[in-house]
């Protein structure tokens, strides 16, 4: 089995900054891509940032410039630092990551329970 646990989140006003953590853990043979997405009320869950196994990066335009994703391949574990905080970036981070089973070989998707992320204005 394989978890994906996030860490960081919480309330800021607008203009602000925080970090979010995912630390993933199990019987994981190798990570081909981690990614951030979220989720605001009444909205799709939309793809945040992205790294890939040859250390490509994706942002969605909305973030460029602000949001900074990074990932520590030795712990298993993605980062996002978010910067200038807008009320838009309002919503609930969820972390991502597209692995393959140790064991099984299995390539699969696997998701966080998500943190929430709230900027007052």
């Known amino acids: 089995q394989v978890q994906l646990v996030e860490s960081g989140g919480g309330l800021v006003q607008a203009g602000g900054s925080l970090g979010l953590s995912c630390a993933a853990s199990g019987r994981i043979s190798s990570i081909y891509a981690m990614g951030w997405y979220r989720q605001a009320p009444g909205n799709q869950r939309e793809l945040v940032a992205r790294?890939?196994?040859?250390?490509?990066?994706y942002y969605a335009d909305s973030v460029k410039g602000r949001f900074t994703i990074s990932r520590d391949r030795a712990k298993n574990t993605q980062y996002l630092q978010m910067n200038s905080l807008k009320p838009e970036d309002t919503a609930r981070y969820y972390c991502?990551?597209?692995?393959?089973?140790?064991?099984?070989?299995?390539?699969?998707?696997?998701w966080g329970q998500g943190t929430q992320v709230t900027v007052s204005s």
């Open positions: 991502n990551a597209d692995l393959v089973e140790a064991g099984t070989g299995i390539r699969r998707r696997y």
């Open positions: 790294t890939t196994s040859d250390d490509s990066t």
